[in-house]
């Protein structure tokens, strides 16, 4: 069964700490995704990364960095949290559409992670 | 420009009633590939179905329906004699071939009244 995992469902941190969010996909996916939801807004893109040590900004990279050391795991980093980064975050993987044909290219989501910053 | 747009924010039925809810999407691109997405209140965006730009067949699958058309850029999602477990926020997603990113519409919150 195809997996993605976040390695926290919950987390509180204070205004100006750096917070890591981990993902890890299972799935030997060429793409990874960080995403942000916030009510009336849907899924803003953040940051997404078609291969290991690669990175191309989203809609809304401000504030936020990604690494990408290894193949399954993608990091969302927020250098000095604000309350404004306080959302839910999901990480999604998917083949990189040349490989896939089609057949199976769609975006496998993590449960996502709650983020308050107080 | 929103590449996908869901007008509907929220929609409400009654159980048994059917329900559709659009899409409407924008692209230059000859091959793209259309999606829907469910988000039970659980959290967890599940897949639903995926199309790609050459297949404008119409889909069934049980109660779900998906209506593709070029001419109008909308993929269209119908469910039939809905239910209380149908409640959810359902996601439209686009993904352009060149690109390997995908655009998500704002959602669409349905609630199925017993």
């Known amino acids: 069964d195809v997996k993605v995992t976040q390695s926290s469902r919950y987390l509180v941190k204070r205004t100006g700490e750096k917070v890591f969010l981990e993902c890890v996909q299972d799935?030997?996916?060429?793409?990874m995704f960080w995403y942000r939801q916030d009510p009336g807004l849907g899924l803003r893109l953040i940051y997404f990364?078609?291969?290991?040590?690669?990175?191309e900004k989203g809609d809304i990279p401000e504030g936020y960095s990604v690494s990408r050391e290894k193949k399954e795991r993608f990091s969302l980093i927020l250098e000095s949290a604000s309350t404004n980064q306080t959302s839910m975050y999901l990480c999604?993987?998917?083949?990189?559409?040349?490989?896939?044909?089609?057949?199976?290219?769609?975006?496998?989501f993590g449960p996502g992670t709650r983020l308050t910053v107080t | 420009a929103q590449k996908v747009t869901q007008a509907q924010t929220e929609i409400s039925v009654v159980e048994k009633e059917d329900v559709t809810l659009d899409c409407v999407y924008e692209?230059?691109?000859?091959?793209?590939?259309l999606f829907w997405y469910k988000q039970p209140p659980s959290g967890e965006l599940v897949f639903l179905i995926r199309?790609?730009?050459?297949?404008?067949q119409n889909e069934i699958s049980g109660r779900y329906s998906w209506n593709f058309q070029k001419s109008t850029s909308s993929f269209n999602f119908t469910i039939t004699a809905s239910q209380v477990v149908d409640s959810a926020v359902y996601f439209c997603?686009?993904?352009?071939?060149?690109?390997?990113?995908?655009?998500f519409g704002s959602g669409t919150k349905l609630n199925v009244k017993p």
């Open positions: 692209t230059r691109d000859t091959t793209y590939y």
């Open positions: 990364s078609y291969d290991v040590k690669m990175k």
């Open positions: 799935m030997d996916h060429e793409n």
């Open positions: 997603a686009l993904s352009e071939v060149n690109f390997n990113k995908f655009y």
């Open positions: 999604a993987s998917s083949l990189n559409i040349q490989r896939s044909s089609g057949n199976s290219y769609e975006q496998y």
């Open positions: 199309r790609n730009s050459f297949d404008e």
